[in-house]
């Protein structure tokens, strides 16, 4: 299991991987900001956070499905970043270091309150009932090729923890099924199996929206 | 992550159970579209819910990638609080020299 230590060094600089910039390309004056930041420049920093904040609170808000709770995880993932950006090499890029600095940070404190593993076990080994249904040889409709973003992102908000989690870091923040597993302390397999379970419910939630079950605060009413 | 051709399957005799079972490799080895993969296109042919399935999967995991840019902002009282929080850590670690550092955010 990756600690928050091992991800957060990553030890002597070594030569980027041009593949791990792909969905992340650099910002603009982002790495003069960095280099700022580590040499404890406070404008700096305060440019950094107008630059990540939104990717940061809505991977915060989509794993943990609430509102204050994300706004939370936000200022600790920031406070984390102040604290420790001087270990930042440039490996990989900036938004990728900070996202999974802020999915193993939102990982622990689900372990704190007890629910993460409760939850990926939950979807590991589903009961018959909340397992996906199988419907080969059904003659359901399909999705006739288009989902609009704002039903998907309703489907994903009602999806159990642990579904929802999975699919979250591979289909919506890029990262591999090995990254995954080693983030969510599982097999590779269990994370291929998983997104195949969180997609096949997406299915059946955006083919019958009725069938999705009350999710608590996803608004960001009042948040603002 | 397994490579493409990891999984031993005799795609001339393959069922749609079969198929089902090995969904989630399919979809992490291939390369480019399940629905598109040639070694498949007799069981699509034969079966068109299969082709069906796999095409609402596809869909939903290309709108999924639309989702990675965000819509909403924490509110203000995030980035209060981030200051503050630095303020006072600052404040203990480095004293007035500290304060003053950190006085730049406001």
Not at chain 1, 19 to 40: C, D, H, S, Y
Not at chain 1, 74 to 90: D, M, P, V, Y
Not at chain 1, 204 to 213: A, D, Q, T
Not at chain 2, 66 to 73: I, N, R, T, Y
């Amino acid at each position: 299991m990756n600690t928050e230590g091992q991800l957060m060094t990553q030890g002597p600089p070594a030569k980027p991987n041009p593949g791990l910039f792909k969905r992340n390309p650099p910002i603009a004056g982002e790495a003069e900001a960095i280099e700022a930041a580590k040499n404890g420049d406070a404008e700096a920093f305060s440019r950094l956070y107008a630059l990540h904040k939104r990717r940061v609170y809505t991977l915060c808000l989509r794993m943990l499905g609430n509102v204050s709770e994300a706004e939370d995880m936000t200022q600790e993932a920031f406070l984390h970043l102040f604290r420790k950006i001087g270990s930042f090499r440039g490996e990989s890029a900036f938004s990728t270091w900070l996202h999974r600095l802020t999915v193993n940070l939102v990982l622990m404190q689900l372990r704190k309150k007890g629910l993460s593993l409760v939850s990926l076990e939950e979807t590991i080994n589903p009961s018959e009932e909340d397992a996906p249904k199988r419907d080969f040889g059904s003659r359901d409709p399909v999705l006739a090729g288009s989902v609009d973003r704002v039903s998907l992102e309703r489907a994903v908000a009602s999806l159990p923890p642990g579904y929802r989690m999975v699919f979250v870091l591979h289909d919506v923040e890029g990262f591999e099924h090995n990254e995954i597993a080693t983030m969510l302390d599982c097999s590779t397999g269990n994370s291929k199996s998983q997104l195949h379970k969180a997609r096949l419910r997406l299915r059946e939630l955006l083919r019958n929206p009725s069938s999705e079950s009350p999710k608590p605060d996803m608004s960001t009413e009042g948040a603002k | 992550m397994s490579e493409p051709g990891d999984i031993n399957i005799n795609f001339d005799t393959l069922k749609p159970e079969e198929f089902e079972q090995y969904l989630p490799e399919l979809f992490a080895s291939c390369d480019g579209k399940v629905s598109e993969d040639p070694r498949l296109q007799q069981l699509f042919a034969a079966h068109p819910d299969c082709l069906a399935l796999v095409r609402d999967l596809e869909t939903i995991a290309e709108t999924a990638r639309s989702l990675f840019e965000p819509e909403d902002d924490p509110s203000d009282k995030v980035w209060t609080n981030i200051q503050s929080k630095l303020r006072e850590e600052s404040a203990l670690s480095s004293g007035q020299d500290g304060e003053e550092q950190l006085r730049e955010i406001d």
